[in-house]
């Protein structure tokens, strides 16, 4: 019995495509590694300013509105 054995087309350009993906993953995990920091330096700024007490603000008495007088 004959195998069925087919040449695997490998197109010319292969290297250089894979070269480009390998690029793309790297520059990718770069990208997704500075949103990581990014968001950490966005959450600590967060809970720093909630750490930090607000000061009060004065209310004001109400305003007698005059047709509140009758």
Known sequence: ?????AAK???????????EAAKTTR???LRLAKEAEDAAKA???KLEAA???RPRARTS???????ATT
């Open 9 to 19: 087309f490998v197109r010319p350009d292969a290297d250089a495509r894979q070269a």
């Open 27 to 29: 520059l990718r995990s």
């Open 1 to 5: 019995m004959a195998k069925n054995t």
């Open 61 to 67: 008495p109400r305003p007698i509105s005059p047709d």
């Open 43 to 45: 959450a600590a700024a």
């Open 51 to 53: 750490a930090k007490p």
